[in-house]
């Protein structure tokens, strides 16, 4: 059974960094697409980056420019560099992957980042 767990999340004051990890498992095929998504309270969820699995990026452009979407292949994990957090990034986190015969979500992380 496949299985993303995030990591990382946390409180953070606004300014401030925090990177986020999401690590795949229980799979014997290639991880595909591979990306970030956040929802706050009251809003729909909403994508926040997103990777192929041959590197090729693309950011919502709320973020572009501060956070930094990456991955490490070998080990089916994804990462989320987010730097000069602002309040409005508070929302959970929630990572994504593409694997043959499914699409794929972790159950959150929430990023809190205050004023």
């Known amino acids: 059974q496949v299985q993303l767990v995030e990591s990382g999340g946390g409180l953070v004051q606004a300014g401030g960094s925090l990177r986020l990890s999401c690590a795949a498992s229980?799979?014997?095929?290639?991880?595909?697409?591979m990306g970030w998504y956040r929802q706050a309270p009251g809003n729909q969820r909403e994508l926040v980056a997103h990777?192929?699995?041959?590197?090729?990026?693309n950011y919502a452009d709320s973020v572009k420019g501060r956070f930094t979407i990456s991955r490490d292949n070998a080990k089916n994990t994804v990462y989320l560099q987010m730097n000069s957090l602002k309040p409005e990034d508070t929302a959970v986190y929630y990572c994504?992957?593409?694997?043959?015969?499914?699409?794929?979500w972790g159950k959150g992380t929430l990023v809190t980042v205050s004023s």
């Open positions: 990777t192929t699995r041959g590197g090729s990026t």
């Open positions: 994504n992957a593409g694997i043959i015969g499914g699409n794929y």
């Open positions: 229980g799979t014997i095929f290639p991880v595909n697409d």
